[in-house]
């Protein structure tokens, strides 16, 4: 069995849609997908790229995914990379692609000079969680997420600001 990491191209845009559904699927959020595969291939491949992905393969057959994009540490003075998913099909689990993956990842953050490799994880998800540490990832339990999004997102941009 041979495992291997690759860039993903324009020509991986189904491919990845399809990545994108299954993990939704796992994670019981099939419900909030609500990309269209035209304009995620516009932003990932597009004239300004805002994410790249890697395409993880057993013996030659896409069996998983991680995109990830830059974010930036004040404190550090330097990129990070964010991880914003990472997936393997189940019947391609327990083989390595995952922390081959990771490995990748963390080689490119290394390479591009960044702080850090950062991502969030379900609560639920124990699996993975005992699998992150078991890499030397830590939790963050003392950070809450935030998010305004849809027309929250949209009130908040129509203000003044100074209200």
């Known amino acids: 069995m041979s495992l291997s990491i690759r860039s993903a191209t324009p020509a991986d845009l189904p ?6 559904r299954a993990l939704a699927e796992y994670e019981k959020l099939a419900h909030e997908v609500r990309f269209e595969e035209a304009v995620l291939g516009e932003k990932l ?3 300004r790229p805002y994410a ?16 990830f994009f830059h974010n930036f540490s004040t404190f550090e ?10 997936f393997v099909r189940p019947e391609a689990r327990g083989v390595g692609l995952g ?3 990771l490995v990748e990842l963390a080689r490119l953050a290394r390479e591009r000079d960044c702080a850090r490799l950062e991502w969030w ?6 699996p993975s ?9 830590r939790p963050m339990d003392e950070w ?11 009130e908040l941009a129509a203000s003044r600001g100074a209200d």
């Not at 992905?53 to 995914?65: M, R, T």
């Not at 994880?121 to 124990?126: A, G, S």
């Not at 969680?129 to 990832?137: E, H």
């Open 15 to 20: 491919l990845i849609a399809e990545l994108i």
């Open 45 to 47: 491949f597009g004239p």
């Open 52 to 67: 790249e992905v890697l395409i993880g393969e057993v013996d030659g057959v896409a069996q998983g995914f991680a995109l």
């Open 77 to 86: 003075g330097k990129p990070g990379i964010y991880l914003e998913d990472l």
């Open 99 to 101: 922390k081959a993956l």
């Open 121 to 126: 994880v379900l609560d639920w998800n124990e």
């Open 129 to 137: 969680i005992g699998f992150y540490k078991s890499l030397g990832a």
């Open 144 to 154: 809450t997420v935030m998010r305004v999004d849809g027309e929250a997102l949209g």
